[in-house]
């Protein structure tokens, strides 16, 4: 039987047919330039990653500022370069385009400022001495803001004051710039502790608003109550107690300068705000002068010259300065005929308070009417008196004259008149008037023919005199000399004679012992005769 069945049949491999890749098509040599191109891309994909903003910045003029070498710094470190300077369209100023470092980016912001540093010279000091030899740069202050911007407008000078610098900024109204200007320095208690960092012109053109920046830890000692005032060059006053001279520096004095100050009642109360008001005074007593927003207005009628008296001179009563001079005038009385001067003043409450210490009625017009009433009833009266004898100004003093006639105050006039009585300069007028009546009654023309009749008598006088005293020289003098001569020498022998070995001395002396016994003999013979008187009679009996 035959095995009719099949071989197996064998599998064997098929060929699959495959198109070649494009690396295989492509010859070896293009491998090269595309991994260069994918290189390059990778590069220019860093790059722009790598790459900071790129920002512009307009100025008034592109002074310093050069293409490819004027560097933007920021605290000294170098962060962008700038790239090209072009004239703005309208030709009114230049637009700096500056390539940023990627690091500062986030740098800037909404109030980010610039500016260019070069040389300056300033009320400040002389700033960017080191452009001198490296070249003018583009400085900036990164500012709060958490807006950011691409364009900036720069600033013509640098700021005074850069962001997070410790202290604060205050704002000064005054009605004139004066000799401030950017930079002037700030004083407290004559150490620098500030400047002025801007100004600007009210809107309603009546005066200015500067800013101040005062540095920390200074900032603290400006309060609510803080004065501040002009300290620019010499601060000269002169009133009737002379004449001062106050200066905060020889700076102050050349640039000007601001100083500020606080009540010691004051000192160490919480510190005023930032962007706090202030008035900035003239001087320092303008400054501290008192709140004089109350006053009341009197009239004053002189009979006397008021030369040296001037607007603004103090009313003063025994030493308190309690108001001022406000105006000068001239009365003409037709039915006197006579000229008077009225001087008003005005007289400030609140410098009177420490006279309502018992009475509180000085806070109302009526209280303050009838305080004067009294003060007049008990002998008030104003009088100029001389403050100053070196410059010859007057002031008004307010006294009490127990002896001057009574007067009131008419009080339905407007403004009331307060009596006066004559200053203590029209006394001495007229008293050195007085004096010179009297001189004009001397009679000075009699008194000198007096006087020059016996001055000639007087002369012929001293004529006779001396004719006399020629004839004695001439005539009785040589008989004196003869005279004297013989008198020495009667004195000679006079001498001579009373000698101690002289004869007549020696016989002198014998006679004396003879009458020495005498005597004894007598005084032993009276002695007998008191004791016997009976030998007058009987004679001397001898004795047993």
């Known amino acids: ?140 202050d990164v500012g709060d803001s958490a807006q950011h911007r691409q364009d900036f407008v720069g600033l013509e000078a640098p700021p005074m004051v850069t962001a997070h610098q410790a202290g604060r900024l205050f704002r000064l109204k005054a009605s004139d710039l004066g000799s401030l200007s950017y930079g002037t320095p700030v004083y407290f208690r004559r150490i620098e502790v500030g400047e002025l960092v801007a100004y600007e012109l009210d809107r309603d053109g009546s005066g200015i608003t500067a800013k101040v920046f005062i540095h920390a830890p200074y900032d603290k000692y400006v309060t609510r109550e803080t004065h501040f005032w002009h300290a620019s060059g010499l601060d000269v006053s002169m009133d009737a107690t002379g004449v001062r001279l106050r200066t905060q520096s020889l700076a102050s004095v050349v640039l000007g300068g601001i100083a500020f100050s606080t009540q010691d009642d004051t000192i160490g109360k919480e510190p005023a705000a930032a962007e706090t008001s202030f008035v900035l005074a003239e001087s320092r007593e303008d400054a501290f002068r008192p709140d004089d927003s109350v006053f009341d207005e009197y009239d004053m009628v002189f009979n006397e010259t008021v030369r040296g008296l001037k607007p603004g001179a103090e009313v003063d009563f025994r030493g308190i300065a309690i108001g001022e001079v406000v105006s000068l005038g001239m009365s003409y009385e037709r039915d006197k005929r006579s000229l008077t001067v009225p001087v008003r003043i005005r007289i400030y409450p609140d410098r009177m308070r420490s006279l309502n210490i018992e009475q509180k009625v000085g806070d109302t017009p009526a209280g303050r009417r009838k305080l004067l009433d009294d003060f007049i009833a008990a002998g008030l009266r104003a009088q100029l008196r001389t403050g100053n004898l070196l410059t010859g100004q007057l002031y008004v003093a307010l006294d009490f004259f127990p002896k001057a006639a009574r007067q009131a105050v008419d009080w339905a006039r407007v403004p009331p008149v307060l009596p006066t009585t004559n200053g203590d300069l029209h006394e001495l007028q007229a008293t050195l008037a007085s004096i010179a009546g009297k001189l004009d009654r001397i009679p000075f023309e009699q008194i000198s023919a007096d006087l020059h009749q016996s001055l000639q008598s007087l002369d012929k006088a001293l004529k006779d005199a001396d004719a006399l005293i020629a004839k004695l020289d001439g005539e009785v003098a040589p008989e004196i000399k003869a005279t004297l001569a013989s008198a020495r020498q009667t004195l000679n022998t006079t001498e001579q004679t009373m000698a101690n070995q002289s004869p007549m001395q020696q016989e002198l002396q014998g006679s004396l012992r003879e009458v020495s016994r005498a005597a004894q003999s007598v005084r032993e013979l009276t002695d007998y005769l008191q004791r016997h008187p009976e030998a007058l009679l009987r004679g001397k009996t001898e004795e047993k």
């Open 1 to 140: 039987m035959v095995d009719q069945t099949e071989p197996p049949v064998q599998d064997f491999p098929h060929a699959i047919s495959q198109r070649p890749s494009l690396l295989q098509r492509l010859p070896v040599v293009w491998l090269v330039p595309l991994i260069a191109l994918l290189v390059g891309g990778w590069l220019a994909i860093k790059a722009i990653r790598d790459q900071g903003p790129t920002i512009t910045i307009s100025f008034e003029s592109a002074a310093g500022l050069e293409a490819g070498k004027t560097k933007l710094k920021y605290k000294e470190l170098d962060i962008g370069m700038v790239k090209s300077v072009t004239l703005a369209a309208d030709r009114s100023h230049v637009i700096v385009k500056a390539e940023m470092s990627p690091s500062v980016a986030d740098l800037m912001l909404e109030d980010t400022r610039f500016w260019v540093v070069r040389p300056r010279i300033a009320n400040g000091g002389i700033s960017g001495l080191d452009t001198v030899l490296s070249g003018a740069y583009i400085g900036m």
